[in-house]
């Protein structure tokens, strides 16, 4: 799935995680692509396990990068059947969610996230990531709720 992308001002980005928030928010991401002919960029973040005190050994074959990639690749050939004029590339970036969303956010016209906030309270309706990418992103940011 790595077809080239639009110009910027016409690259939707979308954050996924592999939640059933953030497959719902790639979906509306598609479909607004879909209906203003924009580029569609999906973009995992992945990080390297921390660890207190010792350090684990990792097994040889242990591919954080990869196995990101593969789950985005995985999901968003789910979603893509049903948009099959949209032109969308995945990307898995090494770093914080939060920071990688809101670089990401630099070269598009809308960046699309999830939200797993369950709280009833405003300020906890939004997840950390999603409120971060709110108040830092480049570009306008639409939160997607998930609908159980």
């Known amino acids: 799935m790595s077809a080239q992308v639009g110009t910027s001002t016409h690259t939707i980005v979308a954050g996924v995680d592999g939640s059933d928030s953030s497959i719902d928010a790639l979906r509306w991401a598609f479909a607004e692509a879909e209906r203003t002919g924009a580029g569609l960029e999906a973009i995992t ?72 906030g369950h709280g009833a309270f405003a300020g906890a309706v939004l997840g950390s990531v999603s409120q971060h990418c709110v108040a830092h992103a480049a570009s306008p940011v639409l939160v997607h709720r998930h609908h159980r």
């Open 45 to 116: 973040a992945w990080q390297w396990p921390l660890t207190l005190g010792a350090v684990a050994p990792f097994a040889p074959e242990y591919d954080p990068a990869g196995d990101a990639q593969r789950m985005l690749d995985d999901i968003v050939a789910s979603v893509a059947g049903e948009f099959p004029t949209v032109t969308v590339r995945t990307r898995s970036v090494e770093g914080h969610p939060s920071e990688v969303l809101v670089e990401a956010s630099r070269h598009a016209a809308l960046l699309v996230v999830g939200s797993r």
